[in-house]
């Protein structure tokens, strides 16, 4: 088969974020954007001769027609092997446990996670290394390199490879090996909980799991309903669409507004739960409660010995700097380590793979544990289902229980989207330059005890994160984060998070927002938010 060499020029605009790089998907369906930047892929790892990678995505809007053009692409490159998921679905964690499991060279993962899908939404890729976790910024500084000097991709024409069919094809000297997507995903489910327990649960407990018309729709049904009998009906939404159903595949109170209603309502089940467009994503609700993802870390982290897969304790924690200190409280309860990384869940990676830490969180939905390098949203719904299985306690009981043992962090985050980049950027830069004056001020009756800016250094590798988010700690518990998001597609998303520690028990049932009233005034009056956003209040609370 013949090998085209394709004339071409570096692209503007292809540096990749915390997850790969993200665009809108005409961007992506432009001439010469997805060519350039999957080889450019390939160049920066140093090549694809000879290698094995895993291909698969969550569905999106063009993620058919692009897996199409990388595998014509790998075969062009020399590459051996390509395992694709069928039809081109593969979650986040299903891919990642596939590079672990299959010992490829990596593999590349189709998806803009949370973000919506359809021709006028998001697309994007990204490159998954050999431990099964994002690339690091050592690799996708490479990348990012090798987009501004291209001048060339290689390409063969074929008709469509068949991704319906379970099986081996060979393009060129490319074998593609077509997967059932679920399979090795479930049978690692099974190694890791005590699925009689969870299916014995089910028996008399209902449960109501929203896909979202995203990725895990499969994967849910397989499992929940298939291998541990939850009702037909369970899993809802469980179709993967390309546009998600016109929805927002993002699994927080506003987006799955429908699961949330029904949650609080007269007829909910027993547990409730929703992932996102990749499946990395959970959020978790009892009857009449939502959990909020840094109180489900916490949870968690107090009850994994539960799970067969973590009978024998963790090894220790780790948690994205915006994320509530709650399970840090966890930690020093049960004397383990606890880790405070940057955003982005490649950092996560050096900790699992040196076996510094066995649970990982981040406050944006996502949590996992090292039996993949990706947080893992299925997985985290049957964590909490082998633990209400195990205890015979409700969610509600569950977590004021926690509460009660090791205090209540409130918490919320309030998202300011598609803010004029220059708008958002004068905040911070205002904010930054009087960090050092604010400790020992007030505001909104609040005193500062200290403020900073973020760095991480690793203690792994001894590497160096600066300019991770900017800290500001109120005497009496509580702190204000702010942060602008790299996930978006358009314009800036200033996130600020928002917290204060409980420990009265006669205080644990308080709504978030009044709860973290002083610390919302606060934080809007020492970073000039309405005056740089124009904005009464924030677009999204969670």
């Known amino acids: 088969m013949d090998v085209h060499t394709v004339a071409t020029a570096p692209i503007q605009g292809q540096k990749p974020g915390t997850s790969g790089l993200r665009k809108k998907t005409r961007v992506f369906m432009g001439k010469h954007f997805l060519e350039n930047y999957v080889q450019s892929i390939f160049d920066g790892i140093g090549g694809i001769e000879g290698k094995t990678l895993v291909?698969?995505?969550d569905g999106r809007y063009f993620n058919d027609r692009a897996i199409q053009v990388i595998l014509r692409m790998m075969a062009a490159n020399g590459a051996a092997r390509a395992i694709v998921g069928q039809n081109g679905l593969l979650s986040t964690p299903a891919a990642s446990n596939l590079i672990r499991q299959r010992g490829t060279d990596g593999g590349l993962i189709l998806s803009a996670?949370?973000?919506?899908?359809?021709?006028?939404?998001?697309?994007?890729?990204?490159?998954?290394?050999?431990?099964?976790?994002?690339?690091?910024?050592?690799?996708?500084?490479?990348?990012?390199?090798?987009?501004?000097?291209?001048?060339?991709?290689?390409?063969?024409?074929?008709?469509d490879v068949d991704l319906a069919t379970v099986g081996e094809t060979t393009l060129g000297g490319l074998t593609i090996e077509v997967v059932d997507p679920v399979e090795a995903y479930a049978a690692l489910m099974?190694?890791?909980?005590?699925?009689?327990?969870?299916?014995?649960?089910?028996?008399?407990?209902?449960?109501?799991?929203?896909?979202?018309?995203?990725?895990?729709?499969?994967y849910a049904k397989a499992i929940l309903e298939?291998?541990?009998?939850?009702?037909?009906?369970?899993?809802?939404?469980?179709?993967?669409?390309?546009?998600?159903g016109g929805g927002h595949p993002d699994p927080n109170?506003?987006?799955?507004?429908?699961?949330?209603?029904?949650?609080?309502?007269?007829?909910?089940?027993?547990?409730?739960?929703?992932?996102?467009?990749?499946?990395?994503?959970?959020?978790?609700?009892?009857?009449?409660?939502?959990?909020?993802?840094?109180?489900?870390?916490?949870?968690l982290a107090a009850q994994a010995h539960l799970a067969p897969g973590y009978a024998g304790g963790l090894k220790g924690v780790a948690r994205s700097m915006p994320t509530s200190a709650?399970?840090?409280?966890?930690?020093?309860?049960?004397?383990?380590?606890?880790?405070?990384?940057?955003?982005g869940w490649k950092f996560f990676g050096n900790l699992l793979d040196a076996g510094r830490a066995t649970l990982c969180g981040e406050e944006s939905a996502g949590t996992g544990s090292d039996h993949v390098r990706e947080k893992d949203?299925?997985?985290?719904?049957?964590?909490?289902?082998?633990?209400?299985?195990?205890?015979?306690?409700?969610?509600?009981?569950?977590?004021?229980?926690?509460?009660?043992?090791?205090?209540?962090?409130?918490?919320?985050?309030?998202?300011?989207?598609?803010?004029?980049?220059?708008?958002?950027?004068?905040?911070?830069?205002?904010?930054?330059?009087?960090?050092?004056?604010?400790p020992g001020t007030t505001a909104a009756g609040l005193t500062v005890e200290k403020a900073d800016e973020f760095a991480y250094d690793d203690p792994v590798d001894g590497s160096r994160a600066q300019g991770q988010g900017l800290r500001v700690w109120f005497e009496g518990g509580g702190r204000a984060v702010f942060r602008l998001s790299g996930t978006g597609t358009e314009g800036a998303t200033l996130r600020v998070?928002?917290?204060?520690v409980e420990t009265d028990p006669d205080k644990m049932d308080r709504d978030p927002q009044e709860a973290l009233s002083d610390v919302i005034a606060a934080a809007d009056e020492i970073a000039r938010i309405r005056e740089h956003t124009g904005r009464d209040a924030p677009d999204v609370i969670t």
């Open 253 to 299: 109170p506003i987006w799955a507004k429908d699961l949330v209603d029904h949650m609080l309502s007269d007829a909910a089940p027993d547990f409730g739960a929703a992932s996102d467009g990749d499946g990395d994503r959970n959020m978790i609700l009892g009857r009449g409660l939502y959990v909020s993802p840094s109180d489900s870390l916490a949870l």
């Open 377 to 438: 949203g299925l997985w985290a719904v049957l964590l909490w289902l082998n633990i209400l299985a195990a205890t015979g306690k409700s969610v509600k009981d569950l977590m004021a229980e926690h509460w009660r043992t090791y205090g209540r962090n409130y918490y919320s985050r309030h998202d300011y989207e598609a803010v004029e980049t220059s708008a958002a950027n004068a905040l911070m830069d205002g904010l930054r330059g009087k960090l050092s004056s604010l």
């Open 497 to 500: 998070y928002l917290e204060s």
């Open 226 to 244: 298939g291998r541990l009998g939850a009702a037909e009906g369970s899993v809802v939404n469980a179709e993967p669409k390309p546009d998600f």
């Open 326 to 343: 709650a399970v840090d409280r966890v930690a020093e309860a049960k004397g383990i380590a606890c880790f405070e990384t940057p955003t």
């Open 113 to 159: 996670s949370h973000n919506p899908g359809g021709p006028d939404e998001d697309f994007g890729l990204k490159y998954n290394t050999p431990n099964g976790g994002p690339a690091p910024e050592t690799i996708t500084d490479k990348i990012y390199a090798a987009t501004n000097g291209l001048t060339r991709y290689f390409m063969v024409e074929s008709e």
């Open 190 to 218: 099974e190694r890791l909980f005590d699925m009689d327990a969870i299916s014995g649960w089910l028996k008399d407990h209902s449960v109501r799991f929203d896909a979202m018309h995203a990725v895990t729709g499969p």
């Open 55 to 57: 291909v698969g995505g």
